[in-house]
């Protein structure tokens, strides 16, 4: 930071920029106060906070909207004022009536001595027009407000032709409190904007850039905002807001890749070979690659063989084949000399995938022992619920180097485990890998391994431009050949004869010697949230996005019709259908968060080797699990359970060649179009990608971003992810440019600063999540 050493007669104007500046200066301690408590302290809060709306003049509220215990504004037309003597008690009363041309809304003051209310009389003149502002009561069948707030449109004009003009401008309606009504914010702003000159606020949108997408300055922009003469002053200023809040945000991450980029990591190049363990993997690989895997595969062989770090993001459809390719990765790592480490979401899925690689290397995968082939490496299982003495031996083939792939969870990366040379990290079904894991990753000692991330929720572009755009994106597309399709009915819950068939129809699949899940909502009934226990072990999969976190897509609250039914719980269900003609001779098992470890997994290998026919289970199955023989999944109370969610869970069956069924048991009534609305888009498609679009057209921006978005810090104020996704990609281009011309941004210090109290916010909001 610069050090100031001149101090001039005005110190304090000199020192502090003129945005962070204290309000209590700039207005005074006692009109400052209440604006504090809105959280607006400096100059730089009170400008940001922008108006929601403008009201247009002229365009009166609709009075009959108003509902009693509302705090509202209203925008009205005086009809009458009249002065009252109360006989009942001392003082006075002011009777005015306010219309907005067809219904009358009633407004009462009331004083002890006249004086006060004639003042309000004079004021309240019939035929002006006023903005009300206070909480609506209802007074023998009328409307009213007693002792509003309010100010009269026009009246602190000088003359006439002022007052018109006044009166025609756009009237900015801001976040207000009952304590801070609007026109007070608008008053505050106009003292602050009148001390404020151009060379106080400095842009931090280059020159070049501005002028390319003919945006206004920052100062300008502030008064256009605040100060719109017309409609089209606060359009353009707010276009110049959300820009330079996309723009802050991309030089912010592409900053961050260009510093990452400069990082030094170990090349693990391709070794070439027949006896290298990733040909030999090759070649005994029971099908083709696809496309999409082989052109991946490219990709990150090339960045691992790089002495910079890999910082990649895969992104597949649920089967798309990950697995294999992060398998790839790991093995050219391997035989370049160096470890990989795979970090799954849960202990089911690491304890999953460890088995399924540990099949798929075959002798590969049992280095110095019995039955393992000459060259072969070791992989390794470390998870919690181990034994100690498993633990123990785990720990000590990671530390001496003997393990080339050591599978867990986000434990991997605690200090307490120590690898030889970890040359890659992969991480599995989570699209934030964030900040923190990151240095984490960086401070596991030695240089800096690559990182593969990779996630089954497909991400829009610009959203993942914003979200995690210091990452590089690969995506697999097409699914394997051969896969049979999954067949995705809805049935009603109501219809006894449908359910009836729905439990015939697993057991003639069982019959054929396949698998079914039916998948809860509950484990006990009457709990009243999904089962997240295992599903999230960190900020595992999907917080900013809602999908596939459990809960997160679980719309309770706002599904109409959905509140006073009994839902499905895994407890309960499984022993109706123990119960039940059709499963006689089945065996049934249960799977939820709430059980040991040990015992989930021991329930998901009977499952997997054929011994449980069917599994009745909550969402803690959402991900990554894979059982090629599963063909039919039931998921009760559908309606429940998100768009990606059901995606996910249906992700489970087709994974083989075997035909799936996928039932959506829900009882759809015509009010809850929403659901339906969700169900029919996956009765018809298993396009991730289209039900990533339909998903996003239901639900709202807020939700999409979550906590990335809404919550962050003060830079995202305007910008929409979604709406705005011209602007972003521009931004991004630009911001690309203007770093690629100047990496230090030495000739940028406006930006450079925006960007640091950015990535500060990001940091905070990210320490403060975990
Ligand atoms: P996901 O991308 O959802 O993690 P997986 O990696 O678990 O998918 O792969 C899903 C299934 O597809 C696995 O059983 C895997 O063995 C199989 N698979 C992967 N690649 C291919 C391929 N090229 N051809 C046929 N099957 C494949
Ligand atoms: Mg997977």
Redesign the pocket.
């Known amino acids: 930071m610069k050090e100031q050493v001149v101090v001039p007669a005005d110190f304090e104007a000199a020192t502090i920029p003129f945005l962070e500046r204290p309000l209590s200066k700039l207005l005074g301690t006692r009109t400052a106060a209440p604006l504090a408590k809105m959280g607006l302290e400096t100059a730089g809060d009170l400008l940001r906070h922008y108006p929601r709306r403008y009201a247009e003049p002229g365009t009166l509220t609709d009075i009959s909207e108003l509902k009693p215990g509302e705090h509202v504004t209203v925008m009205a037309k005086i009809s009458s004022a009249t002065i009252r003597h109360m006989r009942s008690r001392a003082g006075a009363m002011l009777n005015a009536r306010v219309s907005d041309g067809v219904h009358d809304l009633s407004l009462t003051f009331f004083a002890k001595r006249q004086g006060v209310l004639r003042m309000h009389e004079d004021k309240l003149r019939p035929g002006r027009v006023g903005l009300f502002t206070g909480t609506v009561s209802d007074y023998r069948g009328e409307r009213q407000l007693a002792h509003p707030d309010y100010v009269i449109v026009g009246l602190d004009a000088d003359d006439e032709d002022q007052a018109i003009a006044e009166a025609a401008k756009p009237i900015p309606m801001y976040p207000a409190t009952a304590a801070v009504p609007t026109w007070r914010i608008e008053r505050c702003v106009a003292t602050v904007l009148g001390q404020m000159h151009e060379a106080d606020v400095p842009d931090p949108l280059p020159d070049s850039v501005r002028a390319a997408h003919r945006l206004d300055t920052l100062f300008e922009s502030f008064r256009r905002i605040h100060q719109p003469d017309n409609d089209d002053d606060w359009r353009r200023a707010r276009r110049r807001f959300r820009f330079e809040e996309a723009f802050i945000v991309q030089a912010a991450l592409v900053r961050r890749k260009a510093a990452h980029a400069s990082l030094e990591a170990t090349a693990r190049p391709l070794v070439a070979g027949p006896k290298t363990l990733l040909s030999r993997f090759d070649q005994q690989l029971p099908?083709?690659?696809?496309r999409g895997?082989i052109q991946v595969g490219h990709e990150i062989s090339s960045d691992i063989g790089s002495a910079h770090p890999m910082q990649r993001l895969l992104q597949?459809d649920?089967?798309?084949?990950?697995?294999?390719v992060a398998l790839r990765a790991m093995l050219q790592v391997v035989d370049a000399g160096g470890q990989a480490a795979l970090l799954a979401p849960t202990e089911v899925l690491a304890a999953q995938h460890a088995r399924s690689i540990e099949s798929m290397l075959g002798e590969l995968a049992f280095g110095g022992m019995l039955g393992g082939a000459e060259g072969a490496t070791r992989v390794v299982l470390l998870t919690g619920s181990m034994t100690t003495a498993q633990k123990r031996k785990a720990l000590l083939d990671a530390a001496s180097g003997a393990a080339g792939i050591v599978i867990g969870t986000h434990a991997l990366l605690s200090d307490n485990v120590q690898f030889a040379d970890l040359g890659l990290v992969v991480v599995d079904e989570q699209h934030r890998f964030g900040v923190k894991q990151r240095d984490a990753l960086r401070a596991k000692g030695g240089t800096v391994p690559h990182l593969l991330v990779m996630t089954?929720t497909p991400i829009p572009r610009t959203v993942a431009m914003t979200v995690f755009g210091d990452l590089e994106v690969s995506t697999l597309k097409e699914i394997?050949a051969?896969r049979a399709p999954v067949a995705t009915h809805i049935v009603p819950a109501q219809n006894a004869a449908w359910m009836a068939r729905t439990w015939q129809r697993a057991r003639e699949e069982i019959d054929k010697g396949r698998r079914v899940y039916v998948v809860c909502s509950r484990i006990s009934p009457g709990d009243d949230s999904s089962d997240g226990a295992e599903t999230i072990s960190d900020d595992a999969y999907g917080e900013n996005f809602g999908q596939g976190t459990p809960g997160a897509l679980f719309e309770d609250a706002t599904a109409p019709g959905a509140e006073n039914r009994e839902l499905a719980s895994v407890e309960v269900l499984s022993e109706q259908l123990r119960s039940l003609d059709a499963f006689r001779g089945i065996n049934i098992s249960v799977l939820h968060g709430r059980m040991a470890p040990a015992d989930k997994e021991a329930t998901m290998a009977s499952f997997s080797a054929g011994h449980t026919d069917l599994l009745v289970s909550t969402t803690v199955i959402e991900v990554?699990i894979?059982v090629?023989t599963a063909s039919v999944m039931i998921i009760m109370d559908a309606d429940r359970f998100g768009i990606s969610q059901l995606h996910q869970l249906r992700?489970r069956i087709g994974?083989g060649n075997l035909p799936g069924v996928c039932l959506l048991v829900a009882p759809l009534s015509d009010d809850n179009t929403d659901a339906r609305v969700r169900l029919e888009a996956l009765a018809r498609t298993t396009d991730g990608f289209e039900l990533a679009a339909t998903d996003l057209e239901l639900r709202h921006e807020g939700d999409v971003l979550g906590a990335a978005q809404s919550g962050r810090g003060s830079t995202l104020r305007l910008l929409r992810v979604m709406k705005d996704a011209d602007l972003i990609a521009m931004a991004r281009e630009d911001a690309e440019r203007i770093i690629e011309e100047d990496p230090t941004l030495a000739s940028h210090e406006r930006l450079l600063v925006a960007i640091n109290s950015y990535l500060d916010e990001d940091t905070q909001e990210f320490l403060e999540r975990s």
Not at 287 to 290: D, G, K, M, R, S
Request: hydrophobic letters at 30%.
């Open positions: 099908f083709a690659l696809t895997q597949g649920v089967g798309s084949g990950k697995t294999i089954a394997p051969g990554g894979d090629p992700g994974r």
